[in-house]
């Protein structure tokens, strides 16, 4: 059995649950059956995913379609050699053999564009990757959840979301690609405000939806330019597909008016679409913000779907990046983004928004690794985070659910890692499998992370030092340093909530921190609306009692933390490149050539991690007596400090520009909608005089004329019909005076 | 005795003859018009045709002696007359046996 027919299923699966428990509401109204339904879909889809892979990893992935591509491989793969052109060296060896199928979905003159799925070795992969931390994202959803009224319409959204993404996943065609990524843009509008009766999950939904909509806007110009050039968006190295050889040299080799190639145009159009979804640097505002939403829609969100498909697309489409220049530009924001969140990351204390910049720093990781043409290790990064930064956020949820036992539903202290504390001696397995997520992102072998990260070092390393490329040695120094800082991140983050004296009997009071504005607003609003609304967002069902003890989470939740743990230490193992194991199997299951294990790089950058975690360990060990303390950090370089706990003002710089300009421009327009008005108004007094004029004429001419028509007419008829008497006799007199008349006419007249 | 011949055309002028189609016509007109009667009304009509044979016969055999179409003429108005009284007597009879009349002022259908 080919499993590659029953593709299209995947994405169809979790749709299917959606419909279902949206539409029929004997399903929404129970919890049992809607959960029941999403999970089971998920699960489905998850078998099947893994089989598909599976069947890719034993027989290939041939298919309806290839032969044509089967040939043109080696020319790519020659051409993506020699494409770049700005100094990079690139290790992307073409994307192997592809199973496409589909139909013709909108034939219009001479083009026929088509619509259907395609299936490689990285959409496999990913594939995999998705349904299973998407799944078990479903199952601790079913216990962190359990209390919500609203329990069900958030299985629906979470299942359209999952369904989006795995659409995108196997899109055949951009325009396929780019509709669930739209789509995925309204899930997580809805659920970032999934509890939208707080001020801030709304407005955090907005930011995010419109955020991410510069980055699209960018894209769709990106697609029609493509479009123009190609006049088709379908993946594939065939005659007339988008990675068809002659048309990359054609477009490499083009210029534009902008004095760049017509490939560097398309691939930096099309990479704002990645800097909006994968949030980096300048448009990463969103996705802190996105901590408002439920603890499961954040790890939705940062491991699975949303912002790996912003990666994903610079995968997907990394022959156009290959063919332009457009690589260092991404390479530059990548290392930037990497650095940049990971300094924001050291002064938090929001537990679900250290987390957020740390999938920033990862993300600039993905992204600059695949600006140096580190495509394979790209790629290999976005896998194993999805999985360890998944256990991450619900190891965080299942902190929080334990937290609330003890200061109550208050998002500002259930989430603020100074009330934590101990909690490993109250939360074991959640310690446990958090601790497995913290070393797998810390980069400490053997766990997944170390093997992804080291491979994009090496990359950035090899290209910069042995490639002599500018670009890549600061890729690798900025890299290096945002492994550092990302080791000291959260080991603060670690000993802080795990280590210490539990200090959430005693929690800090909401206001405490003026420099956390944004979490100071949260809290006001959340006391002014909360105390009545309290038990319509309250997501577990405990009355606000204080002074208990943090417990341990239901097993729906530490099940799926449980599993995500064995693949945060596992996973990297399917292309740990280090001598004695030499596993290069993911390399070749990508089809790319196997990279050199570097002794030297990993060394460093182990070696970075092990100090990062010494330091955080020495400087935060002691640091938390009573959660009124300052951070050491803090106490050190107040300044600084500020600055970053500030984002570095990124928000009130937006604030201060484009809010201001926007402002301005609502003003300007609503003048120039008052003149407009008074046209409108103008116009509109004019068409009532003529009207009235109209109505003149028409009721005294036109009727009453009419009417008089209509009478004579009557009266005429009237008169005549006396003369049809209906008797011979009388027609024949009228003849004979008839006769007699005309006769006497032409007696005398003529 | 030169004994004179004298034919109809010497002894009676045309306008006599005229006349006296003239005055048929006119009792056929209105025999037609006042019987009630449709078998009158018919006999009305047979003596206005009647008139204008006369009136035929006369110009041909006062003006035209030697062509033969007012003897034609009028033997086609003959026939068609004959013609005529069949077909209006079969109707007479026919609207008789549906109405149980032949009073032509009680046949007024057609009243507008």
Known sequence: ?750 | MNEVRTSIVTAVPLEWVLLVAAGLFCIGLFGALSRRNIVGILMGVELMLNAVNINLIAFWRYLEPTSTSGLVFSIFTITVAAAEVAVGLAMVISVYRTRRTINADEIDTLRG
């Open chain 1, 1 to 750: 059995m080919n499993l590659f027919e029953f593709g299209w299923l995947i994405p169809l699966l979790p749709l299917g649950a959606f419909a279902l428990i949206t539409v029929f509401s004997p399903f929404y109204r129970s919890k049992h059956i809607s959960s029941g339904i999403a999970i089971g879909a998920m699960l489905l889809a998850t078998i099947l995913a893994w089989g598909i892979g599976a069947q890719g990893a034993t027989d290939g992935f041939h298919g309806a379609g290839t032969e044509a591509d089967q040939t043109a491989e080696g020319a790519e793969a020659e051409h993506a050699a020699e494409g770049e052109g700005g100094g990079t060296e690139s290790h992307f060896a073409g994307f192997g053999d592809a199973y496409q199928t589909g139909f013709d979905w909108a034939a219009t003159g001479n083009t026929i564009f088509r619509m259907g799925y395609y299936i490689d070795a990285p959409v496999a992969a990913m594939l995999a990757m998705v349904t299973l931390a998407s799944l078990c994202i479903h199952i601790f959803s079913s216990g962190y959840m359990a209390e919500d009224k609203r329990y069900s319409r958030f299985f629906s959204y979470i299942s359209l979301f999952t369904a989006s993404m795995l659409g995108m996943l196997l899109a055949d065609n951009l325009l396929l690609f780019f509709i669930c990524w739209e789509l995925m843009g309204l899930c997580s509008y809805l659920l970032i405000g999934f509890w939208y009766f707080r001020p801030s999950a709304y407005q955090a939904a907005k930011k995010a939806f419109i955020t991410t909509r510069i980055g699209d806007v960018g894209m769709m110009l990106g697609l029609l330019y493509l479009y123009r050039e190609a006049g088709s968006l379908s993946l594939g190295t065939g005659e007339g597909q988008i990675f068809n050889p002659e048309f990359l040299q054609r477009i490499g080799s083009t210029t534009n008016t902008l004095g760049i190639s017509v490939a560097t145009g398309i691939a930096l159009l099309l990479f704002m679409g990645t800097v909006g979804k994968s949030a980096q640097f300048p448009l990463h505002v969103w996705l802190p913000d996105a901590m408002e939403g439920p603890t499961p829609v954040s790890a939705l969100i940062h491991a699975a779907t949303m912002v790996a498909a912003g990666v994903f697309l610079v995968a997907r489409t990394y022959p156009i990046f290959l063919a332009g220049n457009a690589l260092p530009v991404v390479a530059i924001i990548g290392a930037f983004t990497a650095v940049f969140a990971a300094l924001i990351a050291v002064a938090q204390f929001d537990i679900k928004r250290i987390l957020a910049y740390s999938t920033l720093s990862q993300l600039g990781f993905m992204v600059a690794a695949l600006g140096i043409g580190g495509w394979a290790a790209g790629l290999f990064h976005l896998l194993t985070h999805a999985f360890f930064k998944a256990l991450l956020f619900l190891g965080s949820g299942s902190v929080i659910h334990g937290m609330e036992a003890a200061v109550g539903h208050d998002p500002v202290k259930a989430q603020d890692i100074r009330n934590m504390g101990a909690l490993r001696r109250y939360m074991p397995i959640t310690w446990i499998t958090y601790l497995f997520g913290f070393l797998a992102l810390a980069g400490i072998p053997p766990f997944a992370g170390f093997w992804s990260k080291d491979e994009i070092l090496a990359d950035s390393f090899e290209v910069g030092f042995a490639g002599g490329s500018a670009i890549g040695i600061v890729v690798y120094i900025a890299l290096s340093f945002a492994a550092f800082l990302t080791a000291f991140y959260m080991t603060r983050q670690y000993v802080v909530v795990f280590n210490g004296e539990f200090r959430g009997m005693d929690p800090r009071p909401a206001n405490a921190d003026p420099s956390e504005k944004v979490a100071v607003e949260t809290g006001h609003n959340t006391h002014g609306v909360g105390e009545h609304t309290a038990a319509v967002y309250d997501a577990h069902g405990h009355s606000a009692h204080q002074a208990h003890s943090p417990h341990e989470s239901p097993w729906t939740m530490t099940l799926p933390l449980v599993i995500l743990a064995l693949f945060a230490l596992g996973a990297g193992f399917v292309n740990a490149g280090a001598p004695p194991l030499n596993i290069h199997w993911f390399a070749h299951f990508l089809a790319q050539e196997a990279p050199t294990f570097n002794w030297l790089t990993a060394g460093i950058a182990t070696g970075l991690a092990l100090l990062g975690i010494l330091l955080g360990w020495l400087m935060y060990r002691n640091a938390f007596v009573h959660s009124t303390d300052t951070d050491p950090l803090e106490a050190m370089a107040p300044g600084l400090f500020r600055v970053l706990n500030n984002k570095f003002g990124v928000d009130e710089l937006y604030g201060a520009t484009v809010g201001r300009a926007t402002d301005g421009l609502g003003v300007g327009l609503r003048l120039i909608d008052r003149a407009v008005d008074g046209v409108v108004n103008g116009v509109g007094l004019l068409s009532l005089l003529w009207g009235k004029l109209n109505f003149i004429l028409d009721d005294f001419v036109l009727n009453q004329g009419a009417d008089t028509l209509a009478e004579v007419t009557t009266y005429t008829g009237d008169g005549m019909r006396q003369t049809a008497t209906g008797k011979i006799q009388d027609y024949g007199a009228l003849i004979f005076v008839g006769v007699l008349i005309i006769g006497l006419i032409y007696l005398y007249a003529f």
